[in-house]
Every structure is written in C-alpha cells, then in structure tokens.
C-alpha cells in the first residue's frame, strides 16, 4: 500500500507479500505463526527459532547526527525482559489492586519510543501487568485523569 500525502508507509512484517490486501487481512482471523495469537507467543516464537537474529535497534548520537544501530537480538532482549520481570516482582513494585471485581496489576512507562519501552512492556506479560502508557504529549490533565 502507498502512502497518502502526508502519511509515512504502514510498517509491516518484512515477510508480508508487497501486495498484501491489508483491508481483507484485517478482517481476516490470520495468524502469522500456527498457535501464536498473542504479542508474547509471537516473541517467544521468534526467541525459540531465531534467537541470535537482531530484533530491536538503537542509533548512537554522535556530536553531529548520528552513528551506526546497535542491535539486540530476540535472545537478549527476552533475557533482559525476564530480569526485569523478576526484579518488579521481587521489589514489589507493581502490587495487585483489586478492581471490577478482579486482580491487576499496573506498570506505569513514561518513556520516548525507544527499545526500553518494548523491554518493559515484554517484562510485564510475564506476570500478566497492564503497561500503562505516558508520553511527553500529554498534558498535566491527562496524566492526572490516568493515575
């Protein structure tokens, strides 16, 4: 799909068909991979089958612009969000809250689009917490209204 004036291509899988009928796919119940329905099955998919393959890229800033990626594999980026996970849990940080009639959890990432936030997000589905999202966007209202 081309983009529309003004708008940047959609980012899609580098294995989806340049041809790609988005609209149908999206009314579609398509898996990329059998068995894996949900973000985590399809990274630890990808960490059992392609681990040393790099996942998440972050430029260096030079004095004026910026370096080559420095890239994390699936392998390591899982590693870092099972020790993250453990340390949240460990210092109780995401404790449960009872609400509608349920247990939950809640982690709080104020964070620019960077590899950080996905590490944090992956380390949460570990124990089932919901990754709240804040962003420097958002005025002082709005993160009072979401807290």
Known sequence: MEPEEGYSRELCSVQAPKDQDWEALAESAFEPYPGCDTLMKIFQHHVKNSPKNQFLGTREKLSEGFGQYQWLTFEEVDVNARNLARGIMKLDLCPEVEG??????????????????LTVMLANMHH???TVGFY???NPTAVDFII
């Open 128 to 130: 089932k917490t919901t």
């Open 100 to 117: 509608e009639d349920t247990t939950w959890r809640f982690c709080g990432n104020w964070s620019r689009n960077r590899q950080e936030w």
């Open 136 to 138: 420097d966007a958002m």
